[in-house]
T-cell receptor
Framework: EDQVTQSPEALRLQEGESSSLNCSYT??????LFWYRQDPGKGPEFLFT???AGEEKEKERLKATLTKKESFLHITAPKPEDSATYLC??????????FGAGTTVTVRA | GAGVSQSPSNKVTEKGKDVELRCDPI?????LYWYRQSLGQGLEFLIY????????KSGLPSDRFSAERTGGSVSTLTIQRTQQEDSAVYLC???????????FGPGTRLLVL
């Protein structure tokens, strides 16, 4: 069974204080690893897809990396608007997503 | 362009009643997924439709849950004889193809009293 573990559960940052979120996974036949952002009361918003170890993707202050066992989401110089829950999910050959519990990030001005 | 839409946004029902939740996928997307997000838990897969293939129902928690997709577009998730443990946010997602990125709707918040 696919397993996804995210850490930490919660992260409180000062504006401008860079940090990283971790997503550890076990899956048979990884098709892709996905990062989503979820704001309270809304559906998950797609951020990145990573397909193979060594791959990196960037968007504004966010950068996602992938190894064979884990993925990191780096937040550089965060702003209050980066406050959200960040979800990691893996997709195997059955195409459905298996999600971690998420990391709730709070950025204080 | 228009994203995935879901209705209703919120639904309050009494235990034992049936409910129907609707999902309109992004136009042209052939794959459609239903997930459930319970308080304090992660998203869990319920059911998946791809084109005209038989749906993958492996995530449905009981036979009270069913879903259909008409004309390869709109989908309805039906919960019969609702229980309090069915209270959750029901999320729909669609993708261009089964191996493509899934885009989520805003969800339907279901509360069973």
């Amino acid at each position: 069974e696919d397993q996804v573990t995210q850490s930490p559960e919660a992260l409180r940052l000062q504006e401008g204080e860079s940090s990283s979120l971790n997503c550890s996974y076990t899956v048979s036949g990884l098709r892709g690893l996905f990062w989503y952002r979820q704001d309270p009361g809304k559906g998950p918003e797609f951020l990145f897809t990573l397909y193979s170890a060594g791959e990196e993707k960037e968007k504004e202050r966010l950068k996602a990396t992938l190894t064979k066992k884990e993925s990191f989401l780096h937040i550089t110089a965060p702003k209050p608007e980066d406050s959200a829950t960040y979800l990691c999910a893996v997709q195997a050959n059955d195409y459905k997503l298996s999600f971690g519990a998420g990391t709730t990030v709070t950025v204080r001005a | 362009g228009a994203g995935v839409s879901q209705s209703p946004s919120n639904k309050v029902t009494e235990k034992g009643k049936d409910v129907e939740l609707r999902c309109d996928p992004i136009s042209g997307h052939t794959a459609l997924y239903w997930y459930r997000q319970s308080l304090g838990q992660g998203l869990e897969f319920l059911i998946y439709f791809q084109g005209n293939s038989a749906p993958d129902k492996s995530g449905l928690p009981s036979d009270r849950f069913s879903a259909e997709r008409t004309g390869g577009s709109v989908s309805t998730l039906t919960i019969q004889r609702t229980q309090q443990e069915d209270s959750a946010v029901y999320l729909c997602a669609s993708s261009l193809g089964e191996a493509e990125t899934q885009y989520f709707g805003p969800g339907t918040r279901l509360l069973v009293l």
